[in-house]
């Protein structure tokens, strides 16, 4: 930086087109929020079936009451998509732990080779959407509870395996050190000097993917497998909007229920 | 008691657990109804469905322009719920932080109410709901990822906005400012980088969902794979799949690096 001096007009030229820049990216965004009004409210939506105010409101004064006739037949749904998250869940757990032990760092076997191959296993779970997984696993092993509990497994791996390897790079090494000293292989390694330092923030994140699960387990019958998805895809296609009210307050319910409870196991676990 | 007795009695103990903890499950399977022999044989099975129907991947299809319209409608739809969606949620956060909302009875709990009940219905049902009130379309799409940005940027920011440092905020009232100014000059340039930070991360995961709205009738990359699936085209799934992959991935890379960018920039 010899030689160059930054003056007080220099420094407010440099403020200046910075402050330029940003003005013209903030023009830009309002620019496509302009096109996009455009594109969805003018070009695509048809106002003619939609109507007048007054019909859209008709529309949903259908959706207020409840359907107090379905409600039994609506308890076993909710605890079958209770079991589904959880065992889910619990799939999922079992699925990432090879997946993060190939993804961590500085215990994967063949260096970049299986660091890669697990990074890329946890970016293509998490981002095919759960949906997605349940048509697929609809397709391969048919309808029933079994291929959401799949689907929700295979969509919990990217996640667990992700916060797993990470606590398993941050891990403190010299319980490690100690262990390899003493003489300890490398499964010893991982079951004495790394899962008890990981262990409490894993079990919080499977907590709170388990909380995630019940929401996503609530719709995946709306593809074929079981559950509230199920129940609700049934209501809405008898046209019974009051039905589809009542599920969705089950379903809410349901979701507040594992909330509170995730809230309450991981303060105590902290 | 001698440790040895001891060890024996947790091992049992353990056992007695482990054993339960099987049962159990065991229990949950006969309830829902699977067969372990399908359980076990699910991974084959989802393999051969991938190597034998999914495999010879259509890409063309994907790159037609209709398709690739169709992604564009889906980054609209995305971009235009995320403005409002956060416009909205920004007003009930700030009713929603327990500790500045300006009416501790009434407003903080409408606040909290209106965050956990769009957090709790999944986007999709939001999105058959839209569908049956204002119809096929962008619209029912744009409204669905509306609700869903409230419930996910409202819960993260009103979180955000409880963690505020509240002396400076009590410094400020003080002084003698009304609401809106403690809010401008005490609560707000604390949580400037949060909230674009948060505002990167829920376009991220809001245009995550915008690819898969369509499948119940919103427009956007779902419609075609509602389509293709219909249709049992299996080799046009597969390409629209892994178009949405490379699609979200690339989404993702960018959200972080822009996060990256701006929490390098206020340090």
């Known amino acids: 930086m010899s030689g160059y001096q930054l003056t007080i007009d220099d420094y407010s030229k440099q403020n200046s087109s910075k402050i330029l820049k940003k003005i013209i990216f903030y023009i830009l965004l309002i620019i496509i929020i302009f096109l996009s009004v455009y594109f969805i409210i003018i070009l695509d939506t048809d106002w003619h079936r939609i109507g007048s105010g007054a019909s859209i409101l008709k529309q949903l004064s259908y959706f207020i009451g409840l359907d107090l006739k379905i409600m039994p037949h ?35 076997p063949l260096g970049a080779v299986s660091f890669g191959f697990a990074r890329m296993l946890m970016t293509i779970s998490r981002s095919v959407h759960e949906i997605i997984w349940a048509l697929i696993f609809v397709g391969a092993v048919g309808l029933g509870a079994l291929p959401g509990i799949l689907a929700l497994a295979f969509r919990s791996v990217g996640f667990i395996s992700k916060i797993i390897s990470e606590n398993i790079e941050g891990a403190d090494k010299k319980p490690i050190e100690a262990i390899k000293a003493a003489g300890g292989s490398g499964f010893d390694v991982m079951y004495y000097g790394i899962i008890p ?24 019958g709306l593809v074929g497998a079981g559950g509230l998805g199920l129940a609700f895809f049934r209501q809405m296609h008898m046209s019974n909007y009051p039905g589809v009210t009542t599920v969705i307050l089950f379903i809410v319910g349901l979701i507040v229920i594992g909330e509170i409870l995730s809230h309450y196991l991981r303060k105590k676990i902290i | 008691m001698n440790n040895n007795e001891i060890y024996k009695r947790n091992n049992a103990k353990n056992f007695i657990y482990i054993s339960l903890f099987f049962f159990i499950i065991y229990l949950c399977f006969l309830y829902l109804g699977i067969d372990f022999e399908r359980f076990f044989s699910a991974l084959g099975r989802f393999g051969s469905l991938i190597a034998n129907r999914y495999y010879p991947v259509e890409i063309p299809y994907v790159l037609e322009p209709g398709y690739l319209g169709s992604i564009l409608d889906s980054i609209q ?55 049956t009130i204002v119809g096929f379309g962008m619209l029912a799409g744009t409204m669905a990822l509306t609700m869903y940005c409230i419930g996910f940027f409202g819960k993260l920011f009103s979180e955000e906005l409880e963690n505020v440092d509240m002396k400076l905020v009590e410094t400020i009232r003080s002084n003698g400012a009304n609401e809106i100014q403690v809010f401008a000059f005490g609560v707000w340039p604390q949580v400037k980088t949060a909230f674009t930070g948060i505002l990167i991360y829920t376009w991220d995961v809001c245009f995550r969902a915008s690819t898969i709205i369509g499948f119940f009738g919103a427009g956007g990359m779902g419609w075609y794979l509602k389509r293709n699936v219909l249709q049992l085209e299996y080799a046009r799934t597969s390409a629209i799949i892994l178009s949405i992959i490379v699609l979200v991935i690339f989404s993702e890379a960018l959200s972080a690096y822009m996060r990256d960018k701006i929490y390098k920039e206020t340090q």
């Open chain 2, 77 to 131: 739809m995305g971009y235009l719920g995320l403005v409002i969606g956060v416009i909205i949620a920004s007003v009930l956060a700030y009713f929603a932080a327990s500790n500045i909302t300006p009416s501790k009875k009434i407003g903080y709990w409408i606040g909290k109410f209106f965050i956990i009940f769009s957090r709790s219905i999944h986007e999709t049902i939001w999105t058959i709901l839209f569908v």
């Open chain 1, 74 to 108: 609506l308890i076993l749904p909710a605890f079958e998509t209770f079991l589904m998250a959880c065992l889910g869940t619990m799939l999922g757990l079992i699925l990432s732990l090879p997946v993060a032990w190939l993804g961590a760092k500085n215990v994967t």
């Open chain 1, 197 to 220: 330092q990981i262990l409490p923030t894993v079990i919080g994140t499977i907590i709170f993917e388990w909380d995630i699960n019940i929401r996503r387990s609530a719709v995946m």
